[in-house]
């Protein structure tokens, strides 16, 4: 969670459904979490930006499945309820030993300030950045051989009452600047598979930035599973095996760094 705002009210729900379940085991029958288990023994592993909704942390997994050592990396304050509720989940499953590091992965110098990791997870982060290529090349640079990214993507073709939208081909939408026609699309789109997104079909007066301060709480971008492989490919990465996930709403993609 690079730095994820949302109304008081939606973050104390989150947060109290996160307290009650927080020591619920992984589900080893997700893509992302069987490849975790089957290549973490031995090596170290961060997952960057895994606070937000606790249960969905990986540092607890890692650890559970031999690696050497595990990282919790996140831009929130140390005190934040975020960190507390990471801790307790930790605790519950009885795991210890976890190294916890405060950063924002946009900072140019996160690989030194961090270190660097043989396998890095991260995941709901690159489409709440203003420059989804930067944010993938800032975790190049912390993974020594594996990365394992998630991300909300659309389909390539969106067909609505309100007419057709077209994301093959490379194509993307820079919500900032989302046109009428096509923010009506997408909403049509997201009111179908029950997604609620600001800017797109939830009212919001959320600034994506504000006197140089760049806000991480929005989604920046819409673009296709086959657009972040290829962006993947480009920054220097071998996509090993790849998986929708959420019903097809997001896409796992497990790399080797080339």
């Given at each position: 969670?690079?730095?994820?705002?949302?109304p008081?009210?939606v973050?104390?729900?989150?947060l109290?459904?996160?307290?009650?379940?927080s020591?619920?085991?992984?589900?080893?029958?997700?893509?992302q979490?069987?490849?975790?288990?089957?290549?973490?023994?031995?090596?170290?592993?961060?997952?960057v930006?895994?606070?937000?909704?606790?249960?969905?942390?990986?540092?607890?997994?890692?650890?559970?499945?031999?690696?050497?050592?595990?990282?919790?990396a996140?831009?929130?304050?140390m005190?934040?309820?975020?960190w507390?509720?990471?801790?307790?989940?930790a605790?519950?499953?009885?795991?210890?030993?976890?190294?916890?590091k405060?950063?924002?992965?946009?900072?140019?110098?996160v690989?030194?300030k961090?270190?660097?990791?043989?396998?890095?997870?991260?995941?709901?982060i690159?489409?709440?950045?203003?420059?989804?290529f930067?944010?993938?090349?800032?975790?190049?640079?912390?993974t020594k051989r594996?990365?394992?990214?998630?991300?909300?993507?659309?389909p390539?073709?969106?067909?609505?009452?309100?007419?057709?939208l077209?994301?093959?081909?490379?194509?993307m939408?820079?919500?900032?600047?989302?046109?009428?026609?096509?923010?009506?699309?997408?909403?049509?789109?997201?009111?179908?598979?029950?997604?609620?997104?600001?800017?797109?079909?939830?009212?919001?007066?959320?600034?994506?930035?504000?006197?140089?301060?760049?806000?991480?709480?929005?989604?920046?971008w819409l673009?296709?599973?086959?657009?972040?492989?290829?962006?993947?490919?480009?920054?220097?990465?071998?996509?090993?095996?790849?998986?929708?996930?959420?019903?097809?709403?997001?896409?796992?993609?497990?790399?080797?760094?080339?």
């Open positions: 969670m690079l730095g994820l705002k949302e008081f009210h973050r104390q729900s989150r109290a459904t996160a307290l009650e379940t020591a619920e085991l992984p589900d080893m029958t997700l893509f979490n069987r490849m975790i288990s089957n290549h973490v023994r031995d090596l170290t592993f961060v997952d930006g895994g606070l937000w909704g606790t249960n969905n942390e990986k540092v607890t997994l890692a650890l559970q499945s031999g690696a050497k050592t595990a990282t919790m996140d831009m929130q304050e005190d934040n309820e975020w507390q509720a990471f801790r307790r989940r605790a519950q499953l009885n795991v210890s030993g976890y190294a916890e405060l950063v924002n992965l946009d900072d140019p110098r690989h030194e961090l270190g660097t990791f043989d396998f890095v997870h991260c995941s709901g690159v489409y709440h950045v203003p420059s989804p930067y944010t993938i090349q800032r975790l190049a640079s912390l594996y990365l394992l990214l998630g991300s909300m993507v659309v390539e073709v969106i067909v609505t009452e309100s007419g057709e077209r994301f093959d081909g490379g194509q939408i820079y919500i900032p600047a989302i046109g009428d026609r096509e923010r009506t699309i997408v909403a049509e789109h997201f009111n179908g598979v029950s997604l609620s997104v600001a800017h797109i079909n939830l009212a919001s007066n959320e600034h994506f930035s504000r006197n140089g301060e760049i806000n991480y709480g929005p989604w920046w673009y296709s599973s086959k657009t972040m492989k290829r962006m993947l490919e480009d920054i220097g990465f071998k996509v090993i095996e790849h998986a929708p996930a959420w019903e097809g709403r997001s896409h796992y993609f497990f790399c080797e760094k080339v």
